[in-house]
């Protein structure tokens, strides 16, 4: 047995300690930052080590942990947590490395914190038993918690605390079902419990409980209302983390969980969520284009692109479940990088909003250059990443009912509505305020750059290169859909609840 697995866990949570006990500040920041690249680069082994044969968890760690309840310290990764372990990996190189530019006060605790967020989001996706996930899901909650609290903008204990009251009661619910299906199935290993048929009766109600539980973090609509707050609160780097990694923790749920427990509930339920999740695109798109605060928007669009990748899991067939798994990766790093590029400019003039700026194509060019890619991947544009997920997860859901397929692709168009207008108000017309000018509003420096420029690589990789991604996906994926039939054409979900069939055969 290796433990690769649990070194990339808790690496980050040592360097936490570490982080604490340097004695300066400078110290500190290289700590955090030399901690970050390290699980970084031992995770790429995972990677590099990947048997593309074998569909199922590698890399596995299965130890008793309470063997007299049945319970293991039981850890691996498949196609499906193979990319947000190294998303998340990425994401915090990125998120420390702004902060040790910009954070001045209680450096020690700000990056100890965070270095103690990425030991408990790293082990929600590689955790296979549902308590041990439970207790890596709830272990996210602290530290995010006081970084809005205490390091965030003027009304940081409000959005801190409805973050926390949210979050909690969400997992209230999913706890009940969570100990349901323990009690029931007598193990809450989620590979011995792949091959467990659950009561109906069972399902349904731990489906919808899961749902709320779920939903809450992702967030879907109606549980959306506390992220804008805290994005809008949180600093820069909080927000990094909460769009790159944080949300994805219940998209990934909804995967890993709901589909394989809980399969004839998610054919019949199926409909709700999905229907949730278009006006979610449709809502966050609209109320994005109307906001004022560049952070409120890109807050507003994170609810329509993680509308999209709930419609894309509740496609229930491997295309579009695919395309949910690589959006979840993709939205990482586009709204990580605008979240960036935001506190960039923040920095620079103190304000967020849209109308104290204008005409910094001639004042801060390069900086427009990164931010309409940036702006462009997260739109979906062909050639970068976002297109290809949003293409995949919208044929995925074609196959079964073209009217949510037409009624998602909407959050396409008002996506690049949105975004254009924003990066028009800013960066385009005359340059009529003198904090804009050059003289007093400096261009991307280097270090700035060397952050950005991996993500648009990556922009161009995903976009250009899907299949280096989507072959590790799809076969995960695969035994998701297929063992539990979710998704065959014989039990198409919008057929039996709308009467409408799409004529187009699963394959």
């Known amino acids: ?296 928007l890109v807050a507003y669009s994170s609810v329509a692109h993680l509308g999209f990748v709930m419609l894309g899991i509740f496609a229930l067939n491997q295309q579009g479940v695919s395309g949910a798994v690589l959006q979840m990766v993709n939205h990482g790093l586009s709204t990580g990088a605008l979240f960036l590029m935001v506190g960039m400019l923040y920095e620079r003039r103190h304000t967020r909003l849209l109308a104290d700026y204008g005409g910094l194509w001639k004042s801060v060019p390069v900086f427009c250059f990164f931010f309409l890619v940036v702006a462009m991947s997260s739109a979906g544009l062909p050639g970068l990443n976002g297109f290809v997920g949003e293409f995949t997860i919208l044929l995925g859901m074609f196959a079964h009912s073209p009217w949510f397929a037409v009624a998602g692709s909407l959050g396409v168009i008002l996506a690049a509505w949105y975004l254009l207008t924003a990066f028009r108000q800013m960066a385009q017309g005359p340059l009529t305020n003198p904090a804009n000018e050059a003289a007093n509003l400096p261009d991307l420096n280097v270090k700035e750059m060397v952050l950005l420029v991996p993500l648009v690589l990556l922009f161009f990789i995903i976009g250009l290169f899907p299949n280096l991604f989507l072959d590790k996906i799809n076969p995960s994926v695969a035994i998701i859909v297929e063992s539990h039939q979710v998704g065959d054409a014989h039990a198409s979900w919008f057929q039996d609840a709308f009467t409408f069939s799409s004529g187009i055969d699963e394959k």
């Open 1 to 296: 047995m290796n433990y690769l697995l649990s070194l990339i866990t808790f690496l980050p949570l040592v360097g936490a300690i570490a982080v604490l006990a340097v004695p300066d500040d400078r110290n500190k920041k290289y700590t955090a930052l030399g901690v970050t690249l390290v699980t970084f680069l031992i995770s790429l082994a995972l990677w590099i080590g990947w048997d593309s044969s074998n569909a199922g968890m590698q890399f596995v760690e299965d130890v008793p942990w309470l063997p007299q309840m049945g319970l293991r310290y039981h850890l691996g990764v498949d196609g499906i947590s193979l990319f947000l372990v190294l998303l998340t990996t990425f994401i915090m190189i990125i998120a420390v490395a702004f902060s040790n530019e910009h954070v001045t006060e209680r450096v020690g605790p700000y990056l100890a914190l965070m270095l103690a967020l990425q030991t408990a989001m790293t082990g929600v996706f590689v955790a296979l038993d549902m308590i041990l996930f439970f207790l890596f899901f709830e272990a996210t909650l602290i530290p995010m918690y006081f970084l809005i609290a205490e390091w965030g903008g003027q009304n940081r204990m409000y959005a801190a605390l409805k973050f926390f009251l949210y979050t909690l009661a969400g997992s209230a619910t999913l706890l009940i079902a969570i100990l349901a299906v323990y009690f029931t199935a007598g193990t809450a290993d989620i590979v011995d419990l792949q091959g467990v048929q659950l009561p109906l009766g069972l399902q349904t109600w731990a489906f919808f409980a899961f749902a709320i539980g779920l939903g809450v973090k992702v967030p879907i609509f109606p549980f959306h209302t506390w992220l804008p707050d805290a994005h809008v609160q949180a600093p820069t780097a909080g927000s990094i983390i909460l769009a790159g990694v944080l949300l994805k923790m219940g998209t990934y749920g909804f995967v890993r969980f709901v589909l394989p427990l809980f399969p004839d509930a998610a054919l019949q339920y199926g409909p709700i969520i999905a229907t949730l999740a278009i006006i979610g695109i449709i809502y966050g798109a609209l109320v994005a284009l109307v906001q004022k605060d560049i952070k409120s």
